[in-house]
């Protein structure tokens, strides 16, 4: 059985119980989950990161592996799946939250989502209960990977403290494609054309502002931690309008945002996509200390960085939505020396967060003892 930590007046556990049914190579499971830190140990392959993406989905999204709900669903399963959370809320009441993904040979699987049993219009509607955050393997080569990343890193940033910016994103995207294939087929009907430039202006300038504002909140935050063990990342942000300088009133940035789109028809015709945007941002991070581009850092300073965001953004969601956030930390100890460890864990139990985190090996969670609950994970089993 998983063995739980010491009773703490001061605990505040988010998610209490977990609930899976076909997920992965879970068929079925029933987690009560009594602590703060919740350690996944076992082997590679046995399901602990399967377990941490179940949890991202009690988020907007397709969770922290961006995962189609084919590949979601087990193998020889019912073709769906489906995520139960059973969710204390900081007033102290209790949320029951249901992601289902029922299978349909016509149309496709259809995700539905239930918050105390009434279906959710949208998504979005899980953020008025949690905020997920998460650092996996995968995100070890953001500052060296293409800048589609970083936006994504970005956004999913924005996302936590601004519910509204996903459906803007969608939108922009939406409108964009609509205008790249009127483009395409030369179809250059000034009006029609207009019409799709003024409200990629307005959401383009929305998303960019929205992006702005992360940055310089998320400065603010590094900036208040003092005496991390982790470094300090000095953040810059290109809004993807080349030199535009986006200060001034919204209503004549529209204006000439959408201009400009005007004047660049026949450049984005030949070059078959839209050139100039939100969609072409790029988030650059510099280590501070040595003044030097995370790309150019070695690998363990860059993930020290990038856990040092990630601490910096919990602490901002907390501050700008009144929420804790859940944190999923994948695999994280066996990258930093113990200090480091030791010290995160420090950090995070300051916070007052629930984190999820995953390992190979127990041991590597030694400075938890007390604090955590420990789960083996063997075989898509919590024992």
């Not at 703490?8 to 998610?15: F, K, N, S, W, Y």
């Not at 392959?45 to 179940?54: C, D, P, Q, R, V």
């Not at 998303?207 to 470094?231: C, K, M, Q, T």
């Not at 960085?305 to 930390?329: F, K, N, Q």
Request: hydrophobic share 40%; charged share 25%; no cysteine.
């Amino acid at each position: 059985m998983p063995s739980d930590p010491a009773p703490g007046p001061d605990a505040r556990i988010r998610v209490a119980g977990l609930g899976l049914v076909d997920f992965r190579n879970y068929p079925t499971l029933s987690l009560n989950l009594s602590s703060r830190f919740v350690v996944f140990h076992g082997d590679n392959g046995a399901g602990k990161t399967n377990l941490l993406e179940a949890l991202s989905l009690l988020s907007p999204g397709r969770g922290l592996r961006r995962a189609s709900y084919g590949e979601i669903a087990r193998a020889r399963g019912s073709g769906g799946f489906s995520v139960r959370a059973r969710l204390r809320e900081e007033d102290g009441d209790v949320r029951d939250l249901l992601t289902l993904v029922r299978p349909d040979e016509e149309n496709g699987a259809n995700r539905i989502l239930r918050i105390d049993g009434a279906q959710a219009r949208t998504g979005d509607e899980l953020l008025d209960h949690l905020r997920v955050v998460w650092l996996t393997p995968a995100m070890d080569g953001l500052f060296t990977g293409p800048a589609a990343e970083r936006r994504r890193f970005l956004d999913r940033m924005v996302l936590t403290v601004d519910p509204g910016h996903g459906r803007r994103a969608l939108d922009y995207e939406k409108a964009m494609r609509g205008r790249n294939r009127l483009l395409s087929e030369d179809r250059m009907d000034d009006g029609w054309l207009s019409g799709i430039e003024a409200q990629m202006a307005e959401l383009g300038l929305a998303i960019a502002l929205a992006r702005a504002d992360l940055v310089e909140r998320l400065r603010g935050s590094i900036e208040s931690i003092g005496g991390s063990p982790f470094p300090v990342a000095d953040l810059h942000l290109q809004s993807g309008y080349e030199e535009l300088d986006l200060q001034g009133a919204a209503v004549d940035l529209e204006d000439r945002i959408g201009a400009r789109l005007r004047a660049r028809r026949g450049l984005d015709r030949a070059a078959g996509r839209t050139l100039e945007g939100p969609h072409r941002g790029d988030l650059d991070v510099i280590h501070r200390a040595k003044s030097m581009p995370a790309a150019l850092s070695s690998t363990g300073e860059q993930k020290a960085l990038l856990v040092g965001l990630v601490i910096a953004h919990a602490r901002l969601v907390e501050a700008s939505s009144g929420m804790t956030p859940l944190l999923l930390l994948d695999e994280i100890a066996a990258h930093l020396d113990p200090g480091r460890r030791a010290a995160l864990f420090d950090i995070l139990d300051d916070l007052g967060v629930q984190a999820f985190l995953t390992g190979t090996d127990a041991g590597l969670f030694d400075a938890l003892a007390g604090r955590a609950q420990m789960v083996e994970i063997r075989n898509g089993a919590a024992l």
